[in-house]
């Protein structure tokens, strides 16, 4: 196992801090799909980084209506592995996914 990154006391809080922004910005789109706000699939037009790191498994939780169950099934048939983030989803996927849940 490899060792954490030396860093100063500068250094780790800056990246402490990204780090809860991030959640943050991760935490209030979700928020906003959930509350029926922001469709689920902006996350795969967006131009943010943050959203585009954001794992495809949290982004479909987030869906009113879908349990681990349901998320699960629906990664499965589309291919897409769990630890899959947005931004790494392929074309041919992102469409399955598409097309999956809007028959859903």
Do not use: Y
């Not at 860093?7 to 991760?26: F, N, P, T, V, W």
């Not at 479909?60 to 897409?80: A, N, Q, Y």
């Amino acid at each position: 196992m490899s060792k954490p990154p030396l860093l100063s006391l500068d250094e780790r809080r800056a990246a402490l801090a990204k780090a809860a922004q991030s959640r943050k910005i991760r935490a209030g789109f979700k928020n906003e799909i959930k509350n029926g706000k922001r469709d689920w699939r902006d996350a795969f037009s967006s131009s943010d980084e943050v959203i585009l790191k954001m794992r495809v498994k949290e982004l479909l939780l987030s869906i009113p209506g879908f349990g681990e169950t349901r998320v699960h099934d629906v990664m499965e048939r589309c291919g897409i592995s769990s630890a899959r983030r947005i931004q790494g989803v392929g074309r041919n996927q992102r469409e399955n996914l598409f097309r999956v849940l809007s028959k859903k």
